[in-house]
């Protein structure tokens, strides 16, 4: 049994574990085939690297080229590979099909398994979600540190809906509304809401979401903004309009930026001041990865000068509309 710890000297305190899947994007588009490191959970563990945020990742690679590309790609953010992550004969792959309009469609070549883990400290936030949440035998052992973990750190979960790599409805279903209990924040997109919860309003799948357990429950709606839910608030948070490259990983900065406003939060816990400060953050996060190619979440100096151009109302700080 592993321990979920970092490096004997670390290069900076840990405040998120990340646990899930890394992988890379086989991204084919009208001009060609690019390969870029992915998977939601080390996308959401790259961006926090990106911000500042000290973050380990805990994941299943392979000693192949497709891995060290994974471990260069975290190293360039920080972001620590914890032990027992390099246990697969080799890396996962998702490809990604890219529409006209930016869109991506995906298929999946991956194995998740995760050797069963013992956290030997408990960082600040604990994040989990997408593929490694659902798919066996390594779903079990997240399960389990999230069990470790709900009553002594903050625990945020994302879904990550994808249908290729899940069972029937009912058993996707039942996998979520078992998990959700064990969180305090829960992100999905509108696509993933609705997979779950067909034709039911956004607004009543949170309220569903909390009911179960969640003290925070966030769903995205790509440029109709993000629906921000606690049992006392309800905030519609706008998207920032951009010129788009492509979605990927639009999501997942989404995320890392949420994780980090809930860290640098003061005492104000999640009043409406705070969610709509944190959503208004998330909200450029995403729109700065998806003014370009591949998930490319921005630096927090990058995330910072455009949110202090707008709160100055400058003019010459907006950004573009959509083609």
Not at 27 to 54: D, M
Not at 169 to 189: G, M, N, Q, R
């Amino acid at each position: 049994m592993n321990n979920l710890e970092p490096d004997p000297a670390p290069s900076r305190v840990l405040d998120v574990i990340v646990v899930g899947e890394a992988l890379i994007d086989v991204v084919k588009s009208g001009t060609g085939t690019v390969e870029h490191p992915g998977g939601s959970p080390a996308n959401v563990a790259y961006g926090l690297g990106r911000l500042g945020v000290g973050a380990g990742l805990l994941t299943a690679i392979g000693e192949d080229l497709h891995g060290q590309m994974i471990r260069e790609h975290l190293s360039s953010a920080g972001v620590q590979l914890l032990p027992g992550s390099a246990s697969l004969d080799r890396t996962a792959t998702a490809t990604a099909t890219l529409a006209v309009d930016g869109s991506a469609s995906y298929e999946f070549d991956i194995r998740w398994d995760l050797a069963p883990a013992v956290p030997s400290f408990l960082p600040k936030v604990f994040h989990t979600g997408s593929i490694a949440t659902f798919l066996a035998p390594g779903a079990a052992a997240v399960r389990s540190l999230m069990l470790q973990c709900h009553d002594s750190c903050l625990v945020t979960y994302d879904p990550n809906i994808r249908p290729a790599l899940l069972g029937s409805h009912h058993e996707a279903k039942t996998i979520f509304e078992e998990l959700v209990p064990l969180t305090d924040v829960v992100k999905l997109s509108d696509d993933d809401a609705l997979w779950l919860y067909p034709g039911t309003p956004l607004e009543d799948i949170a309220a569903r979401i909390l009911a179960l357990g969640a003290g925070l429950a966030v769903v995205t709606t790509g440029s109709g903004g993000s629906l921000l839910s606690t049992a006392a608030t309800q905030l519609s948070i706008p998207a920032v309009a951009t010129q788009v490259a492509d979605t990927i990983g639009a999501g997942d900065s989404y995320m890392s930026a949420l994780i980090h406003g809930l860290l640098n939060r003061t005492g104000e816990g999640l009043a409406p001041s705070v969610l709509e400060r944190i959503g208004r953050s998330a909200s450029m996060a995403a729109a700065i990865t998806v003014s370009r190619p591949g998930a490319n979440p921005p630096s927090w100096i990058e995330l910072d000068a455009e949110l202090t151009q707008r709160r100055s109302g400058d003019p010459s700080a907006a950004i573009a509309q959509p083609a």
